[in-house]
T-cell receptor
Framework: NAGVMQNPRHLVRRRGQEARLRCSPM?????VYWYRQLPEEGLKFMVY????????ESGMPKERFSAEFPKEGPSILRIQQVVRGDSAAYFC???????????????FGPGTRLTVL | AQSVSQHNHHVILSEAASLELGCNYS??????LFWYVQYPGQHLQLLLK??????LVKGIKGFEAEFIKSKFSFNLRKPSVQWSDTAEYFC????????????FGKGTKLSVIP
């Protein structure tokens, strides 16, 4: 059973370009979460999605960032007009159910390291 | 907002030494606590978690953690580390029942010298 897949693993963009980060959840998981880890910081929650729905985007910057999880295909985190401050590791996690408890956990992907030149 | 503090940025130990990594959180209500590990080049993996019951939690690979509510702490321990434990360790918390937003500490890098 394959784990959470993220691609690309490394992405280099120049300022002003767009970055598209992909996340394929584990088989059978319909809940996806995106986290960002800035240099020297812990992971911070960005957004929680279920198929075709954004459940909670309270951690997402208001501008330039968007996320989707279509009925078919991977979840996409899109960053428009990237700036140097967007350089970070972006982690995706998936779970079979939304609430974390003794029987449910979030499984993380390997992350995408975005570098903005 | 809740926060998670990990006291040590980088810990260096010799094999067979005992390990204790500190973790404190800043929320007075119901919390659930986690330790994750990230081995070099790999994804985050769950080591152990605490939701209720015995405050001494045993996880995978010989790790354990103790929840001390009065100290707002959830320290990770292992009696004897191995070179293969070299990794980065993250403490995380969720607040309240029914939550899904993990709040992570900055992580502690552990280097084990053979």
């Amino acid at each position: 059973n394959a784990g959470v897949m993220q691609n690309p693993r490394h992405l280099v963009r120049r300022r002003g370009q767009e970055a598209r980060l992909r996340c394929s959840p584990m088989k059978g998981h319909s809940h996806v979460y995106w986290y960002r880890q800035l240099p020297e910081e812990g992971l911070k929650f960005m957004v929680y999605l279920q198929k075709e729905n954004i459940i909670d985007e309270s951690g997402m910057p208001k501008e330039r960032f968007s996320a989707e999880f279509p009925k078919e295909g991977p979840s996409i985190l899109r960053i428009q007009q990237v700036v140097r401050g967007d350089s970070a590791a972006y982690f995706c996690a998936s779970s079979p159910r939304g609430q974390l408890n003794s029987y449910n956990e979030q499984f993380f992907g390997p992350g995408t390291r975005l570098t903005v030149l | 907002a809740q926060s998670v503090s990990q006291h040590n940025h980088h810990v260096i130990l010799s094999e067979a030494a005992s390990l204790e990594l500190g973790c404190n959180y800043s929320y007075g209500g119901t919390v659930n606590l986690f330790w994750y590990v990230q081995y070099p080049g790999q994804h985050l993996q769950l080591l152990l978690k605490y939701f209720s019951g015995d405050p001494l939690v045993k996880g995978i690979k010989g790790f354990e953690a103790e929840f001390i509510k009065s100290k707002f702490s959830f320290n990770l321990r292992k009696p004897s580390v191995q070179w293969s434990d070299t990794a980065e360790y993250f403490c995380a918390v969720i607040v309240g029942a029914g939550s899904y937003q993990l709040t992570f500490g900055k992580g502690t890098k552990l280097s084990v010298i053979p």
